[in-house]
């Protein structure tokens, strides 16, 4: 049973992440006031309630995680989300990380690999009153029927970057997505100048969930 309550405790632990946060590095105000603003328990089962301040990933059941919150900011802010952009998210799982988006004013279309959790967060952000686009099915190959996009943002870890994202990604356009093998993955900004010349950034390392389907691992 989820509790949807939100507490004077639970937005002091909200103030305490959002230090630790910024404390890590995170300097973009826009994400951190997301974050402060956005009740993560409501994210969790009640009898994990306890620790939905903590800055660690946790189970959210059908082998998937709710990511680091500093995980989440460090992908947002690198995305540099402007209100009215066109996000596509590779990876609905828990929801939170499209809640994010969602308050930075993007346009959200996420998609969900795994029909269980799919059904679940779908019918959660209706009562949340959160107003998303979402599809179930092989998030490696995108969404072309709604392409392009002004930002991608996978939240899996992929062996190679997906041509398909490439493909949907706007001129101008940011993709985020975590590149390596099953275990770690390096996080990689790619910036498309044009159709054919991409711009691309590499930072730390970080650990998620394998990025399943035609264009990630089979």
Known sequence: ???LEDSYRHKG???ELVKIIRQKGIKNEAVLDAINTLPRHFFFDSALDSHAYEDKA?????GQTISQPYTVAFQTALLN???GDKVLEIGTGSGYQA???HLLGAEVH??????????RTKKFMAKLGINLHFYFGDGSKGIPEHAPYDKILVTAGAPV???SLLKQLKVGGILVIPVGDRKTQKMMKLTKITDTKIEQEEFDNFAFVP??????WK
Not at 58 to 62: H, K, L
Not at 110 to 119: A, P, S
Not at 211 to 216: I, T
């Open 110 to 119: 996420t998609i969900e690999y795994q029909k269980k959790l799919f059904d």
């Open 81 to 83: 989300i402007k209100p």
């Open 58 to 62: 946790f189970p959210i059941g059908e």
């Open 211 to 216: 990025l399943l389907g035609m264009e990630g």
């Open 99 to 101: 809640a994010i988006l």
């Open 161 to 163: 970057v997906p041509n």
């Open 13 to 15: 632990q909200r103030k």
């Open 1 to 3: 049973m989820l509790k």
